[in-house]
């Protein structure tokens, strides 16, 4: 199986359960291990072959610049399911990771994987 990955994707949203969180913006830190047969890509050399990781990205931080979403549990299903469905991804991991969110920690977060390795 192959591996087209995304790390570090920094996305600003609405992301929180305290009323504080609700009315500003957040970082999100996203990164993606999403599962594609590379084969037809590589030898064609054809990007339409391809799981187009910008793509991917530009749909990832639309969808979250538009939300106002509580936890980063939903976050991350959320986002899986949409992938999956509209990139026709048959497995991905996810990590959503929240900067700053816990003092003395860099960052606390999710990793959930979904679909068939």
Known sequence: MDIV????LKVETTIGAYDW??????????????????TAPALEDDLNKA????????RITSWLEQQKIELIESVAERLAQMLLVEFSITWLRLTVTKPDAVANAAGVGVT?????R
């Open 112 to 116: 959930i994987e979904r679909g068939k």
């Open 5 to 8: 990955f995304i790390k570090q």
């Open 51 to 58: 799981l187009d990781y910008a793509s991917v990205s530009q």
């Open 21 to 38: 969180e609700k009315t500003i913006k957040q970082t999100l830190l996203l990164d993606l291990d999403m599962a594609w047969d590379n």
